[in-house]
């Protein structure tokens, strides 16, 4: 309960006032920190588009890395991505990592029950999110077109935006993302659109 100290007291007033605006300063600054050194579950493993690591929380994915030659690779993508957290080695998601080694098979395999973080991305960056996560396995869109089913037809520089930073890749099939004429357009990952062309004809093998 807020109490109001008595009038014509103002020595006692100003303490008052300091003393909550130092409580609020305090809890304030708790709030701002909070999740600074925070631990995340993590794992790597490997599959036939090579080594692939995850991090996150629960059955939140915080992010996916992919497509690295060894171990030692995927871990060090997952800890200069997440330089200020400790990484908990674990087994972690296992459901999920069955899904990816299967996806890396060449199986039609679908991601959609899986929880991906995004509390962090603006109003735009979502609707983009979820219009690529609608994207079918074996089918491709333009930018111009996803930003068009994102809401924003005018925006297709800034879905391409998205698509760079995108964090869990395949999860948000951002492969399936071409730039106009069908161009390959990029993709941020190792063996860059090496990478995005091979997992564009397993999916065109696996559709049949």
């Not at 690779?73 to 990816?100: C, I, M, Q, V, Y």
């Not at 069908?182 to 995005?196: M, N, Q, R, T, V």
């Amino acid at each position: 309960m807020w109490c109001s100290p008595e009038a014509g007291n103002q020595p006692s007033a100003s303490l008052f006032v300091r003393g909550i605006l130092g409580v609020l300063r305090d809890e304030v600054k708790e709030c701002f920190s909070e999740g600074a050194g925070m631990s995340l579950q993590a794992c790597v493993f490997s599959t036939r588009l090579g080594w692939f690591g995850l991090a996150g929380q629960q059955r939140q994915v915080w992010r996916l890395v992919m497509g690295h030659r060894s171990a030692n690779a995927a871990w060090g993508s997952l800890h200069r991505h997440f330089a200020d957290e400790t990484l908990a080695e674990s087994n972690w998601h296992p459901a999920l990592r069955k899904k990816l080694e299967e996806f890396a098979a060449g199986k039609p395999t679908s991601f959609d029950n899986i929880h991906v973080r995004a509390e962090h991305r603006t109003a735009f960056q979502q609707k983009v999110i979820l219009a690529t996560r609608a994207i079918g396995f074996g089918e491709t869109v333009s930018y111009g077109e996803l930003a068009a089913r994102s809401g924003s037809p005018n925006a297709a520089r800034a879905v391409g935006t998205v698509m760079a930073n995108n964090e869990v890749p395949i999860i948000i099939p951002c492969h399936r993302v071409l730039a106009s004429g069908g161009k390959i357009g990029g993709f941020s990952a190792p063996e860059g659109i090496d990478l995005k062309r091979r997992l564009l004809e397993l999916e065109s093998r696996g559709k049949h």
